[in-house]
């Protein structure tokens, strides 16, 4: 497997720095998001994506799938058709940044019933939101072919697509060599077991976040350092090579201290060498 990292887990600088601190504590490559604004934007021109590539390259780093957190604002599931649209156009555009930048893979949140985090109060009938929402990748999943780009669809804390038979499911009611899951190892203790979502989704699951969660402490306060939470990694590794994974694992940590942050990304390497087998 190819080790690589969310660049949501560096400090706020310039990705020039990042791609530097990246190289250094033996990374492989980042994962990149695409933002509303910044350097990779909805507004970001090719010729500046094609030097953002670049500069990965010449530090030695692949840039092999893009997250966002645009989704969060921009749900496919909303009761607005035109806030629906609004999130396809989003997914479009991520597409093509993709493309630009050489990766094969964008991170989607498929909507949600309910995200306090990111919107409190906000309801959709789950039901509503699974039908707009398969509608949606009905769609997208052509423009996904189009581009050689996959989508894969995350399991994150939006009270949706909750068990691993539904996620297994839905991706097949779309029916796509484009379109997966983007498996995040930690999202899932908070309600199941990793091991057993790789299993039921098994040849589904295009990319995989290791990120580890303290279920005792509950909330997005559960979420810790890789190998200083209840993940089962040794599970976690078995399962994926039971299904022949050997695909990129990204570290997404959240770098929450107000000093020395760049420790988190030299001790996150080496918990995932160590969890890799690489040590």
């Known amino acids: 497997m190819k080790k690589g990292i969310s660049i949501w887990s560096f400090p706020v600088q310039s990705l020039n720095r990042n791609f530097v601190l990246a190289k250094s504590a033996g990374f492989d490559g980042i994962e990149l998001a695409l933002d509303a604004e910044g350097e990779v934007s909805l507004n970001s021109k090719e010729k500046d994506l094609l030097a953002v590539k670049q500069s990965a390259e010449d530090?030695?780093?692949?840039?092999?799938?893009?997250?966002s957190g645009l989704y969060w604002d921009n749900w496919l599931t909303?009761?607005?058709?035109?806030?629906?649209?609004?999130a396809k156009d989003i997914v479009k555009?991520?597409?093509?940044?993709?493309?630009?930048?050489g990766a094969d893979t964008i991170?989607?949140?498929?909507?949600?019933?309910?995200?306090?985090?990111?919107?409190?109060g906000k309801v959709v009938d789950y039901q509503d939101a699974y039908h707009r929402s398969l509608e949606a990748f009905l769609e997208l999943k052509e423009e996904a072919r189009s581009l050689r780009v996959s989508i894969g669809i995350e399991n994150v804390w939006n009270?949706?697509?909750?068990?691993p038979l539904e996620m297994r499911d839905f991706i097949d009611r779309i029916d796509s060599p484009y379109v997966g899951s983007y498996f995040d190892v930690g999202n899932v203790l908070f309600n199941g077991?990793?091991?057993?979502?790789?299993?039921?989704?098994?040849?589904?699951i295009k990319k995989v976040h290791f990120k580890d969660y303290r279920v005792q402490a509950g909330g997005l306060h559960g979420f810790v350092d890789l190998l200083a939470g209840d993940v089962d990694y040794?599970?976690?590794?078995?399962?994926?090579k039971k299904i022949g994974y050997d695909g990129w694992v990204s570290a997404e940590m959240i770098p929450n201290y107000k000093h020395f942050t760049e420790t988190i990304i030299y001790n996150t390497s080496n918990a995932m060498d160590r969890i890799l087998g690489r040590k």
């Open 234 to 240: 040794p599970a976690v590794m078995e399962a994926l």
């Open 159 to 163: 009270k949706f697509l909750v068990s």
């Open 93 to 101: 555009r991520h597409l093509w940044t993709a493309k630009v930048l």
């Open 107 to 120: 991170l989607v949140v498929p909507g949600s019933v309910n995200a306090d985090f990111a919107a409190p």
């Open 193 to 204: 077991y990793p091991e057993q979502w790789i299993k039921i989704l098994g040849h589904r």
């Open 59 to 67: 530090h030695g780093l692949k840039l092999y799938s893009v997250a």
């Open 78 to 86: 909303d009761d607005s058709l035109a806030a629906r649209e609004k």
